[in-house]
């Protein structure tokens, strides 16, 4: 496969945007958790669901963003 194919554009556009999604979620998730003050270890689940959908939701827009900017060529 080329290395400048569309396929692996998306592919490393997903795999950033989950990675910083994942990321963002994590501390926004802790902060939330805390500043609600959800009790014991459903802490850790409230920030697990918050980081998975941080992660999916940003994977799926900077996947998204990379598609669209493969079909362009500058």
Excluded: N, W
């Amino acid at each position: 496969m080329a290395r400048d194919s569309c396929l692996a554009r998306v592919t490393a556009g997903v795999a950033v945007g989950g990675g910083i999604g994942g990321a963002v979620g994590a501390v926004y998730g802790t902060y939330e958790a805390i500043r609600y003050k959800v009790p014991g270890l459903l802490k850790i689940r409230y920030i697990g669901q918050t980081t998975l959908g941080s992660a999916a939701v940003f994977g799926l827009f900077l996947g998204a963003g990379s598609l669209i900017h493969c079909g362009k060529s500058y």
